[in-house]
C-alpha cells in the first residue's frame, strides 16, 4: 500500500484524483446528466446525504506517538476469509449508466485487490459473467426480495452456483425512495432496460413474463394492476432470451417502458416481513446478512433469525430523508449484537481516515458506495482498483501515524468529539 503513496509523491500522474472532493468533480464532468443524478443522488433535500459526512467529521482520531513498528497489518478475517484490507465494494445497480460492462470491470478490479464485491440485484451483466470476470475473487450476491418466491430461490440457486460467499439481503428498499434528481429527469435507469440483467437472465423471470404474455393474448389480460401491452411484454421477453444482460444490446432495442411495470411489479416486496426472511435458513447454504439495518433492535431480531451479519447503512442517504447517519447507528447496533457478530458500516465513507473512525466505533468492516463509481466514470476497471486502493492507502498510513499497528487495535478510546 505504501507504493500507491510513494508513486504519488515521486511524481507519477494517479489515474483518479486522490481526494474525494476533486474526483467527484472530474467523475461529472465525464457523465451524463442522466447518470450523474442516479448515482449522486440522494433522498428528499439530501439530509441525510450530509449527516453521513457529518458524523464523520464530528469523530476526531486522537494519534499516538512512537508505538515503535514499521508496518501495519490491515487483514481482517470476515466469515471465515482472511481479506487483506477491511473494505467491500457495496452493491451498485445500474452502474451502466456510467460505463458498458461496468459490472465486470468492476468485478475484475475487486478481484485484484483481493476485496469481496458485493454483486447488485439491479446489476448490468448476469452474476455468471461476473464471476467469470472475476475468477477466485471474492464476491457476494445482494438480493432484493421479490415479490415472486420462486424467483427468490432461483436468484439464490445462481449466486450459490456461481460461487458466491455470501447473500446480502438488502431491508431498506422494498420501495425506491423519493428522489427529486431521479424524479425530476422523469426516468428511471430500469426504464432503459438498464440494471435489470440478473432478471432477464434468470429462468424463473423469463418464465413469469412468458406467463403474462399467454395470459395476454389469450385475452384474460393477467393482474389488473399492470398495464402492460402484448407487445411490450413480448419485446422484454424476447430481450430475456435472446440477449440477457447484454447492456448494448438493451439500449439498441430499448425495453418498452410499458414492459417495465412487470419489472417494478416483482422486484421487491413491501409486504415482506421477519418471519418470512427467516426462511432464508432453509433456503440456502450460504450464510446471510441483512443491509439497511439502522435500529438496535432490528439488529437484535435479524441475530434471532439467524443473520450471519448487519450491515448498517441508509443506502448512502438515498431512501429515508432525514434517516439517522449510518455512522451514528453504528455503536448501538454493535451493542445489540454483542462483540462477534459481523457488523459492516456503509454510507458516507470517503476516506482512510473514516474507515480508522467506523472501526473504531464497532465496525468489522466498511462497505464502498459513489467513490468507486466515479473512478469507474473516469478510468473503467483501472479507475475502480485505484480508487479503493488510495482509500486502503490512506489507511494504512492513518493508522501507521495514529499508533495503530492492527485493525483489531481500533477502538473507541482513540477518537474524542469534535467541540
Ligand atoms: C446503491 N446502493 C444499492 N444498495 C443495494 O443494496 N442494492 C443496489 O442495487 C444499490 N444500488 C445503488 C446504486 C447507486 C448508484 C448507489 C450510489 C447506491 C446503496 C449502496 O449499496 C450503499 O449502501 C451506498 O452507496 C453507500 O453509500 P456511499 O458510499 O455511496 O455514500
Known amino acids: 500500500q505504501s507504493l500507491v503513496y510513494r508513486a504519488g509523491v515521486l511524481g507519477s500522474r494517479p489515474t483518479v484524483p486522490t481526494d474525494f472532493a476533486e474526483l467527484e468533480r472530474r467523475a461529472q464532468a465525464e457523465m451524463s446528466p442522466r447518470a450523474w443524478a442516479y448515482v449522486a443522488g440522494a433522498a428528499g433535500e439530501g439530509t441525510t446525504a450530509r449527516a453521513n459526512r457529518v458524523a464523520f467529521e464530528r469523530h476526531r482520531i486522537v494519534p499516538r506517538m512512537l508505538p515503535g513498528r514499521v508496518s501495519r497489518d490491515l487483514s481482517v478475517e470476515l466469515l471465515g476469509r482472511r481479506l487483506p484490507a477491511p473494505v467491500l465494494l457495496a452493491p451498485v445497480g445500474a452502474a451502466g449508466l456510467v460505463r458498458r460492462d461496468s459490472d465486470t470491470a468492476i468485478g475484475a478490479a475487486a478481484a485484484e485487490l483481493g476485496l469481496p464485491y458485493i454483486l447488485s440485484n439491479q446489476g448490468c451483466s448476469p452474476m455468471e459473467d461476473v464471476a ?17 418466491e420462486p424467483l427468490v430461490d432461483s436468484l439464490l440457486a445462481r449466486a450459490e452456483a456461481s460461487g458466491a460467499e455470501a447473500v446480502v439481503v438488502t431491508l431498506d428498499t422494498t420501495m425506491l425512495g423519493w428522489r427529486p434528481q431521479d424524479l425530476n429527469l422523469g426516468s428511471l435507469p430500469f426504464s432503459q432496460g438498464i440494471g435489470i440483467a440478473q432478471y432477464t437472465s434468470d429462468p424463473r423471470f423469463q ?13 384474460n389480460g393477467g393482474s389488473d394492476d399492470v398495464k402492460v401491452t402484448l407487445g411490450a411484454l413480448r419485446s422484454l421477453l424476447s430481450i430475456s432470451r435472446e440477449h440477457p444482460g447484454d447492456l448494448r444490446t438493451n439500449l439498441r432495442s430499448p425495453v418498452p417502458r410499458a414492459a417495465v411495470e412487470t419489472f417494478l411489479d416483482i422486484y421487491s416486496n413491501p409486504g415482506l416481513t421477519w418471519d418470512r426472511l427467516a426462511t432464508l435458513r432453509d433456503r440456502t447454504s450460504l450464510p446471510f446478512l441483512v443491509k439497511g439495518v439502522l435500529h438496535p433492535d432490528d439488529a437484535a431480531r435479524a441475530v434471532e433469525i439467524g443473520a ?57 468492516a466498511v462497505a464502498i458506495g459513489r467513490p468507486y463509481v466515479y473512478g469507474l466514470a473516469l478510468a473503467g476497471r483501472d479507475g475502480v482498483r485505484d480508487v479503493l486502493a488510495n482509500i486502503v492507502a490512506e489507511l494504512d498510513l492513518t493508522m501507521g501515524l495514529s499508533g495503530i499497528g492492527s485493525v483489531a487495535e481500533l477502538g473507541p478510546e482513540l477518537l474524542a468529539t469534535a467541540p
Open 308 to 364: 450471519s451479519g448487519i450491515v448498517v447503512s441508509n443506502h448512502g442517504g438515498r431512501q429515508v430523508d432525514g434517516a439517522i447517519a449510518s455512522l451514528d447507528a453504528l455503536p448501538a447496533v454493535r451493542s445489540a449484537v454483542g462483540p462477534d457478530l459481523p457488523v459492516v458500516l456503509d454510507s458516507g465513507v470517503r476516506t482512510g481516515s473514516d474507515v480508522v473512525k467506523a472501526l473504531a466505533l464497532g465496525a468489522d
Open 132 to 148: 467469470a470476470a472475476m475468477a477466485s475473487g471474492p464476491r457476494w450476491f445482494q438480493l432484493y426480495w421479490s415479490t415472486d
Open 207 to 219: 418464465e413469469i413474463v412468458a406467463e403474462r404474455v399467454a395470459a395476454k393474448a389469450a385475452g
